[in-house]
């Protein structure tokens, strides 16, 4: 098992080095520079920013805070390394409507096996939105026709426990991306890390997750395909010409990598009742770090019926929060919720009379600040 974890762990050091190769080179300037000084901060150059949408309502519902904390199916994206700690078998099946009328859809299947020391799960998201019709220049009210826009990622996870207080994880992850008739594809993995102890009676946990080290995404498909006139040759100017053909070449995007770390911790947790604050420091390739913190109070077992309840709430604050995107335009902007913008909060309902079933469905509601709020939806099922 540690020949495994070796292994592991130097295949995602090296994926690191070669991704992050590109970045280091932008610190070369023409005189010696302070690297600490340096941003190299890739605004605005990633695609695949699905990828970073979450998976399930109780991840959303404590601000994303969670890596440290998960221990079920949303495991598969949250922190492969917390797959392992799953007792038993699931499927869980998330939605919720993102902004500009975009929908996301996740779902996972997990299994634990070898006694409970490994898992292995598969799990799909998809983004997008459908039948939107073609404006162009000549047809301004649009020329009759639609497209749709689809992304999608397939992704596999294996965790294993290397002992009772260290597990790891890691996914390999296929990405396709379709804007109308154009389509680009790249690999990625993610890394996860979870060590878990107590404190006296009370369980803390602490994680590292590396996401989305892959290739860049570059588009091709037949709408790149163009006739380009030629000069006709000399002498026979007023001779048509049949168009060369050609091809456009667009650029390629790199994936929105994220590094998280986290940590969380019961103040209380007996068979009754749990309360667990958790906190996060993440630092994304194509924006500014942000921090979080959430808490989570679990009813178990109500009155002994098989029935239990979960609140959770969180707050993730990052810089862009602070942006006001009509200040440069030079007037106020008038609306509202801006300062709300990284709130989320949510619950669950969980039934489990011990037959080797059990259900939860999860809500969460999080606040995008200008762009107004969503929801989500979760469903899970053990065996």
Do not use: C
């Not at 010696?32 to 890739?42: E, Q």
């Not at 996740?106 to 799909?124: E, Q, S, T």
């Amino acid at each position: 098992m540690m020949r495994l974890f070796i292994r592991v762990i130097g295949v995602a050091v090296v994926v690191g080095l070669f991704v992050t190769a590109p970045a280091n080179a932008q610190q070369v300037v023409d005189e010696p520079t302070n690297l600490a000084d340096v941003d190299n901060t890739a605004y605005g150059t990633t695609a695949g920013e699905f990828l970073l949408l979450g998976a399930g309502a109780r991840g959303a519902a404590l601000g994303g805070a969670y890596a440290a904390l998960v221990n079920d199916i949303d495991a598969l994206y949250w922190n492969p390394a917390g797959l392992a700690l799953m007792d038993r078998g699931g499927v869980l099946v998330s939605t919720y409507k993102y902004v500009a009328d975009t929908r996301y859809n996740w779902a996972g299947i997990a299994f634990p096996f070898g006694g409970g020391a490994r898992a292995v799960g598969v799990h799909v998201g998809t983004f997008g939105f459908s039948n939107q019709p073609v404006y162009t220049v000549d047809a301004p009210d649009g020329d009759g026709t639609q497209y749709d826009v689809r992304s999608t990622y397939l992704g596999l996870t294996y965790s294993q426990n290397f002992s009772d207080r260290f597990s790891a994880g890691i996914t390999g992850k296929l990405i396709v991306d379709a804007l109308g008739e154009t389509t680009a594809s790249s690999y990625a993995l993610d890394f996860g890390t979870s060590f878990h102890a107590r404190i006296g009676e009370r369980p803390i946990s602490a994680s590292f997750v590396i996401q989305n080290l892959g290739s860049s995404l570059k588009h091709d498909g037949t709408p790149l395909g163009v006739g380009v006139e030629r000069d006709p040759p000399q002498g026979q100017q007023n001779i048509p010409q049949q168009p060369a053909e050609a091809r456009l070449r667009t650029k390629d995007w790199a994936l929105p990598i994220m590094f998280r770390f986290g940590v969380a911790f019961d103040f209380i947790n007996n068979s009754a009742s749990r309360l667990t604050v958790m906190g996060e420091f993440n630092q994304p390739n194509n924006s500014d770090p942000s921090a979080g913190g959430a808490l989570e109070f679990a009813l178990l077992d109500i009155s002994q019926s098989g029935f239990g309840a979960m609140l959770r709430g969180g707050y993730q604050y990052q810089t862009d929060n602070n942006i006001d995107p009509t200040g440069a335009a030079g007037f106020e902007s008038t609306a509202s919720g801006q300062g709300l913008d990284g709130l989320s909060f949510g619950g669950g309902l969980m039934f489990d009379r011990g037959y080797g079933f059990g259900l939860s469905l999860d809500y969460a509601y999080r606040n995008l600040g200008l762009l107004n709020a969503t929801h989500y939806w979760s469903a899970t099922v053990h065996w």
